[in-house]
């Protein structure tokens, strides 16, 4: 068997974390990281770094390109850039604008006969497999997910856009009673403020008000004032000390009955001791499938036709490097 | 869109569950359930019983059939038998001889231009893909699958074979200590008693010695002897009351490293008020996904050939009522 071949683009948390995977994937092959930045800047570990603008000569080198884009912004334009050139799989999470780039990936990709598959990770990613799979088994019921522990970047780029705040980061946190509840069957009544609940911890800066910077980060509407905020002040030794790490994870959770009435429930647990590296294996994993449903590999009798896809498309023994006789042996 | 035309061989608590699951399913509609008893003999609910000597003649008139027979020696005998015939399902959980009743599929299927998924249900099924997904997701660490709180139909078996038993039942029931382990990363070094204990409730019969049952069943090679096994003799009442239902369940557990060296983990809980009912939810779920393969639907650009298959070869999106869109819109 030749190796996927794959190339990344983007090099910060998520490329390193998909750099890392590919290295150790058995049946992988790191040939490039394309960067916007000037390449020589760059420490990369398992390949080279290349400028973007020179992709375009990697194509027929490269079975797979991770986007590794940074944000919502680069995805939007990096998408149907490198889905010219390459089968490509990204993480792109901006939830309501899903079925529009899903529009945008797929024309650019059936005008090149590339395949893409959009939105992976954890969530959109497993989770997404989690509520469409619950669903599917138990159409009479109620899926509720949660998120966290862990660190939500907007919110805390919202705390340091306060001023005299010097440094700051926020955790989302479920609360457990909620969890019960929706295992129970009772989530339908809740509210944001009983489903999770928000810890910052701040860096002030010297001279700054404590008290009024707490006061303008519990008030703040949509991030803070729905839900209950806890607001600790922490010297910046601490903030490098212990909220360097990225931790996340969550729950899928769906209670329901089945129609001869008995109480049924799912749940997927996630416990990420790092977001981005755990995002990076699962973008990884995609790529192995997107390279094999490019190539045609037949699982389940699958053919591939250029476009776009999601990992509702995506058969699973297509993300597992054994061959479907082990999988049965081993794993079903 | 047409309905899908399912019909259902077998009418046990399995058969039952797949009646009222398809008859509550929106695009679905229900031909027929098979049987090898005099059909008249059946109360079936919501599709006729039809002898199974007649049905060849439903062929052309069916998209996919349950097989529902209550045991592995009946699905050896009816999945050929049937795949001969139609597109099938069954829940063949027999994982030892999985490899070689998948051949014996495949040919057959192969023969006749028909499309099987075996083993589907919730372990195997639900399980399998869980195992398999966590393990492409991270490579370098270690799954553990729990079983229960539930009843093992082997076990009470078992009991049941004791002289002096009149009525007897087995919970499987995993420890909790051990569970905290294996999410931890710490489950290699377990035993099958660490795992697993093993609650038995017996009905005596009348003038039987309770202490000589009692040591008999936490003896027994195997069976019993390498758990914590208890032995709870309760009377005829008791046993219908508090022990009709079929209460099951259990978790998938992965624990390991990204190669980034961040501790990760995976955990995947069914709590089920009755197996055979959840059972029936998930083989229906399957039946859908066996018809839009079977008739060449394209969700991944996926069109089927004939041959046998497992969930691993799914595309989840395929056990969904909804469309492409509304799921990417609603579940992604």
Same mark, same amino acid.
């Given at each position: 068997?030749?190796?996927?071949?794959?190339?990344?683009?983007?090099?910060?948390?998520?490329?390193?974390?998909?750099?890392?995977?590919?290295?150790?994937?058995?049946?992988?092959?790191?040939?490039?990281?394309?960067?916007?930045?000037?390449?020589?800047?760059?420490?990369?570990?398992?390949?080279?770094?290349?400028?973007?603008?020179? @992709?375009? =000569?990697?194509?027929?080198?490269?079975?797979?390109?991770?986007? $590794?884009?940074?944000? +919502?912004?680069?995805?939007? !334009? *990096?998408?149907?850039?490198?889905?010219?050139?390459?089968?490509?799989?990204?993480?792109?999470?901006?939830?309501?604008?899903?079925?529009?780039?899903?529009?945008?990936?797929?024309?650019?990709?059936?005008?090149?006969?590339?395949?893409?598959?959009?939105?992976?990770?954890?969530?959109?990613?497993?989770?997404?497999?989690?509520?469409?799979?619950?669903?599917?088994?138990?159409?009479?019921?109620?899926?509720?997910?949660?998120?966290?522990?862990?660190?939500?970047?907007?919110?805390?780029?919202?705390?340091?856009?306060?001023?005299?705040?010097?440094?700051?980061?926020?955790?989302?946190?479920?609360?457990?009673?909620?969890?019960?509840?929706?295992?129970?069957?009772? @989530?339908? =009544?809740?509210?944001?403020?009983?489903?999770?609940?928000?810890? $910052?911890?701040?860096? +002030?800066?010297?001279?700054? !008000? *404590?008290?009024?910077?707490?006061?303008?980060?519990?008030?703040?509407?949509?991030?803070?004032?729905?839900?209950?905020?806890?607001?600790?002040?922490?010297?910046?030794?601490?903030?490098?000390?212990?909220?360097?790490?990225?931790?996340?994870?969550?729950?899928?959770?769906?209670?329901?009955?089945?129609?001869?009435?008995?109480?049924?429930?799912?749940?997927?647990?996630?416990?990420?001791?790092?977001?981005?590296?755990?995002?990076?294996?699962?973008?990884?994993?995609?790529?192995?499938?997107?390279?094999?449903?490019?190539?045609?590999?037949?699982?389940?009798?699958?053919?591939?036709?250029?476009?776009?896809?999601?990992?509702?498309?995506?058969?699973?023994?297509?993300?597992?490097?054994?061959?479907?006789?082990?999988?049965?042996?081993?794993?079903?």
């Amino acid at each position: 068997m030749q190796p996927i071949r794959v190339a990344i683009n983007g090099y910060g948390n998520l490329g390193r974390a998909v750099e890392a995977a590919v290295h150790a994937a058995p049946d992988m092959e790191l040939v490039a990281i394309f960067t916007r930045r000037d390449p020589q800047s760059l420490q990369t570990r398992f390949a080279p770094a290349v400028h973007v603008d020179q @992709a375009a =000569e990697y194509v027929g080198k490269v079975d797979v390109c991770a986007l $590794c884009g940074g944000s +919502a912004t680069d995805l939007t !334009d *990096q998408g149907p850039q490198f889905a010219a050139l390459f089968n490509t799989v990204d993480s792109y999470d901006n939830h309501a604008l899903i079925p529009e780039y899903f529009e945008t990936m797929n024309q650019v990709c059936a005008q090149n006969s590339t395949v893409s598959v959009i939105s992976t990770g954890w969530d959109p990613g497993l989770f997404s497999i989690q509520r469409l799979i619950a669903e599917a088994v138990l159409p009479q019921g109620q899926t509720t997910t949660f998120w966290g522990r862990g660190v939500s970047q907007g919110h805390s780029d919202a705390i340091r856009r306060i001023e005299g705040v010097a440094a700051g980061i926020q955790y989302t946190v479920p609360v457990e009673e909620a969890k019960a509840s929706a295992l129970a069957g009772n @989530a339908g =009544e809740m509210t944001a403020r009983e489903k999770h609940r928000r810890e $910052c911890f701040v860096v +002030a800066a010297e001279g700054a !008000d *404590q008290e009024q910077i707490r006061e303008q980060i519990v008030t703040m509407p949509n991030y803070f004032e729905p839900y209950d905020t806890t607001v600790e002040f922490i010297s910046a030794e601490e903030m490098e000390r212990d909220h360097a790490r990225m931790p996340h994870g969550g729950d899928v959770i769906r209670a329901g009955q089945t129609p001869q009435g008995a109480d049924q429930s799912i749940q997927f647990t996630l416990t990420l001791g790092s977001n981005p590296q755990f995002t990076g294996a699962m973008v990884t994993a995609t790529c192995r499938a997107v390279a094999r449903l490019a190539a045609g590999s037949q699982s389940g009798g699958v053919s591939a036709l250029a476009g776009a896809y999601t990992v509702f498309d995506i058969p699973p023994a297509l993300y597992s490097p054994s061959s479907p006789e082990q999988l049965r042996k081993e794993l079903l």
